[in-house]
């Protein structure tokens, strides 16, 4: 693939930075950082819009990709519950073709396949992937009538103690187009079984290994979707453990979700960043509040008191899971040399 990441731009909600166990997932990123008090969606999405037009520069054809929850074709009475999508919050984006991604949690990273596929296959020259998530009734209602909300106010992805999720607000942009150097989207795998909302190993390892095949080149970590349920966090160490088998490894796995809650439909995006700034830093995060971390033969968690640093880290591998069996997997390759 030819798709590279031109810029990207991030805001998170820092509301579970109170809590303790608490660290950055983006540490000391210019890119990507918490949310100034009382801004709203529309003020982040033109931060983080006006930030990436400002360092890569808009050029011939553009299409907006947007993760988003969508309503159904027949207006429903609570379609206001479902915000407007972000494409539409920017005025530099009213007259610009929009792809509306609605697929669950793994909108965000379908958004970015998406894109990618359109500058890969010479549809567009760029593509603006943009995601804005507060949470709302609609999201707090589908999660709590699900059975997947924490006791607490937030959430330990990969620990023996996860009782479930816990919802975040955040907020990005990233431009992809043809480039020779930078992070390039290398890879990307997509299941969709269209049942149920339990996750399914079998059809995550198929999605990670699309992804690698893809790209030729085998990941050196995992930026995982894990969102703390006990049930979805199990069945993803364990198909990313089937990965590090059958490439040799045993591979890191670290999640954000722990910092910055989940997400909804722009947590494939927030996900992207964390694994963008590991490459930028060399330096992998571990995971926020997770002290237990659960045991797998061929993944090994990076708990909350350790980092992976000093690795020359340039591939990752980036999971972006749904309810209904929706799963992107993403290959991300940053050649540092080049």
Known sequence: MRAHVLAWEG????????????????????RVRAAAPGDDRTQLLGQCVDAVIARAGLAGSLAVVTASQAPARSRPSNADEYGVPAGRLHPALADRDEILISHACASGGLA???????????????????????PR???????????????????RPFDHEADGT????????????????????????????????????????????????????????????????IHG????LDAVSDIGRDIG?????????????????AAGLATALYALEAMATDALPGTARCTQPLE????????????????????????????????????????HAA
């Open 249 to 265: 490894a045993r591979l890191p796995v670290s999640s954000c979700k722990g910092s910055i809650g989940h997400a909804v439909h």
């Open 166 to 229: 816990a919802l975040g607000g955040f907020t990005g942009a990233v431009l992809l187009g043809a480039a020779d150097t930078g992070p390039q989207i290398a890879g990307i795998g997509i299941r969709t079984l269209g049942s149920g909302a339990q996750s399914d190993r079998a059809s995550q390892h198929a999605c990670m290994t699309d992804a690698i095949d893809m790209a030729g080149v085998a990941p050196q970590f995992v930026a995982a979707h894990a969102t703390g349920t």
């Open 11 to 30: 805001r998170y909600s820092d509301h579970h930075a109170a809590a303790d166990s608490w660290i950055d997932p983006y540490p000391d990123s210019p």
């Open 137 to 155: 009734f609609i999201e707090a209602a589908a999660f709590r009538s699900s059975g997947a909300l924490s006791n607490q106010p937030y959430c």
């Open 112 to 134: 970015l396949a998406v894109g990618a596929s359109l500058v890969d296959c010479g549809a567009v020259e760029q593509a603006l992937v943009v995601a804005a998530m507060r």
């Open 233 to 236: 966090d199990r069945v993803e």
């Open 296 to 335: 797998a033969d061929h993944a090994e968690v990076v708990p909350s008191h350790l980092m992976v640093e000093g690795r020359g880290l340039n591939v990752a591998l980036v999971n972006a899971f749904g309810f209904g069996g929706s799963s992107c997997s993403l290959v991300l390759q940053w050649d």
